[in-house]
């Protein structure tokens, strides 16, 4: 399944888009300035190694180990005299470029992000980390400030799905990379289990100034075409609309999620549509809309192989397989759980041990979530 163009306005809407249309006419933007650029902090500040030590009592701290695992795997081994050389695209508050760049002390570590707030946070990060071998840029990864050839390894942590035209950044990966050098990232497989999703996600960002803001963001999935909508409201962080953002919070809280948001069903379809927006919108400093193109497996691996790969495959995603084994490992672990020293000590071992066995076996083992790449 390829990819749609983008839709005009005079696409099918949903009542929601209608009403936004209409009402909060929105700007469009993309993903960098219209999602990221508004994020205070990346998983709200938690990421496993960049903001707090790994804790093997945690399932998604077993996916995200496992996870570094398998992209040092992939790193060839540069036999020249200069040091290997990582690329990362869009590596948000500094994952998995910190945790590779402390992995492989030996490798130069470069993260380019569009949003120079996360590119701004990774150097604080890599700075408080200690971590000299890794160093950010501000920068589009479909016009890489880099010369032919000189990568060893690009990853790319469910990242080169936010690009407005996903063709033109794998052809400046492939021109990046080395010959023999790998790109390995993980991807969302657009299988929905529905024709289209709609949901409501609440949450707290920042503006330009770094100021508070309250957000609302509607979002619509289409299997077909295969695309996202992500229109959001900026709000002021105090008075009446902060005080009906948390309402709607608290109303969120109680209904159906998928992918980290509200589903629009039953009950949470009269608490959090258009209702709720005839009184967030005569509030609303801004109307933002981004839209992105989603994929499948096979388009993906196809696309790679046009832009100039000499092989593309999809395979096991690591992360889930290590949150699995972990989630079994901690169930079976209370005293651990309960902080018993001699415990979790013992779980500790299992976590250092099977994360990285899964991390090293994961790029051979078929499935999707995960594609691999040679230049």
């Given at each position: 399944?390829?990819?749609?163009?983008?839709?005009?306005?005079?696409?099918?809407?949903?009542?929601?888009?209608?009403?936004?249309?209409?009402?909060?006419?929105?700007?469009?933007?993309?993903?960098?300035?219209?999602?990221?650029?508004?994020?205070?902090?990346?998983?709200?500040?938690?990421l496993p190694f960049v903001d707090v030590p790994y804790d093997p009592r945690r399932?998604?701290?077993?996916?995200?180990?496992?996870?570094?695992?398998?992209?040092?795997?992939?790193?060839?081994?540069?036999?020249?005299?200069?040091?290997?050389?990582?690329?990362?695209?869009?590596?948000?508050?500094?994952?998995?470029?910190?945790?590779?760049?402390?992995?492989?002390?030996?490798?130069?570590?470069?993260?380019?992000?569009?949003?120079?707030?996360?590119?701004?946070?990774?150097?604080?990060?890599?700075?408080?980390?200690?971590?000299?071998?890794?160093?950010?840029?501000?920068?589009?990864?479909?016009?890489?400030?880099?010369?032919?050839?000189?990568?060893?390894?690009?990853?790319?942590?469910?990242?080169?799905?936010?690009?407005?035209?996903?063709?033109?950044?794998?052809?400046?990966?492939?021109?990046?990379?080395?010959?023999?050098?790998?790109?390995?990232?993980?991807?969302?497989?657009?299988?929905?289990?529905?024709?289209?999703?709609e949901s409501v996600l609440l949450w707290d960002g920042v503006d330009a100034a770094?100021?508070?803001?309250?957000?609302?963001?509607?979002?619509?999935?289409?299997?077909?075409?295969?695309?996202?909508?992500?229109?959001?409201?900026?709000?002021?962080?105090?008075?009446?609309?902060?005080?009906?953002?948390?309402?709607?919070?608290?109303?969120?809280?109680?209904?159906?999620?998928?992918?980290?948001?509200?589903?629009?069903?039953?009950?949470?379809?009269?608490?959090?549509?258009?209702?709720?927006?005839?009184?967030?919108?005569?509030?609303?400093?801004?109307?933002?809309?981004?839209?992105?193109?989603?994929?499948?497996?096979?388009?993906?691996?196809?696309?790679?192989?046009?832009?100039?790969?000499?092989?593309?495959?999809?395979?096991?995603?690591?992360?889930?397989?290590?949150?699995?084994?972990?989630?079994?490992?901690?169930?079976?672990?209370?005293?651990?759980?309960?902080?018993?020293?001699?415990?979790?000590?013992?779980?500790?071992?299992?976590?250092?041990?099977?994360?990285?066995?899964?991390?090293?076996?994961?790029?051979?083992?078929?499935?999707?979530?995960?594609?691999?790449?040679?230049?």
């Open positions: 399944m390829s990819p749609a163009a983008q839709p005009s306005p005079a696409d099918d809407l949903s009542i929601i888009e209608r009403w936004l249309l209409a009402n909060a006419p929105p700007e469009r933007l993309d993903s960098a300035r219209g999602l990221y650029e508004r994020m205070p902090r990346q998983r709200g500040g938690q399932e998604e701290h077993w996916a995200d180990a496992a996870r570094i695992a398998d992209y040092v795997a992939h790193a060839p081994q540069d036999r020249s005299r200069h040091a290997p050389r990582v690329l990362d695209v869009g590596p948000g508050d500094g994952w998995p470029s910190l945790p590779l760049a402390a992995a492989r002390p030996d490798a130069e570590v470069l993260g380019v992000d569009p949003s120079p707030r996360r590119a701004m946070t990774c150097r604080a990060n890599a700075a408080r980390l200690g971590l000299a071998n890794a160093r950010f840029a501000t920068a589009d990864a479909a016009a890489l400030p880099l010369a032919d050839g000189s990568v060893n390894l690009v990853t790319a942590a469910s990242s080169l799905e936010e690009a407005a035209e996903p063709e033109g950044v794998f052809a400046e990966l492939r021109r990046v990379l080395r010959p023999g050098g790998v790109l390995r990232a993980s991807y969302q497989n657009w299988l929905l289990p529905a024709p289209e999703l770094a100021r508070p803001l309250r957000l609302y963001t509607y979002v619509r999935r289409l299997q077909t075409p295969p695309l996202e909508r992500r229109y959001t409201l900026e709000l002021p962080a105090e008075g009446e609309a902060a005080r009906l953002h948390q309402q709607a919070l608290e109303a969120a809280a109680l209904g159906r999620r998928a992918y980290g948001e509200t589903l629009l069903a039953g009950p949470s379809a009269q608490a959090l549509g258009v209702g709720l927006l005839e009184r967030l919108a005569p509030h609303a400093r801004r109307s933002t809309l981004v839209e992105l193109r989603r994929w499948t497996t096979e388009w993906l691996c196809e696309a790679l192989r046009r832009a100039g790969f000499a092989e593309a495959r999809a395979t096991a995603h690591p992360g889930e397989l290590a949150r699995h084994l972990g989630r079994a490992l901690i169930a079976a672990s209370p005293g651990a759980v309960a902080g018993e020293r001699d415990a979790l000590e013992a779980l500790e071992r299992s976590f250092g041990y099977w994360t990285a066995r899964i991390g090293e076996a994961g790029g051979r083992l078929p499935g999707v979530g995960m594609v691999a790449a040679l230049a």
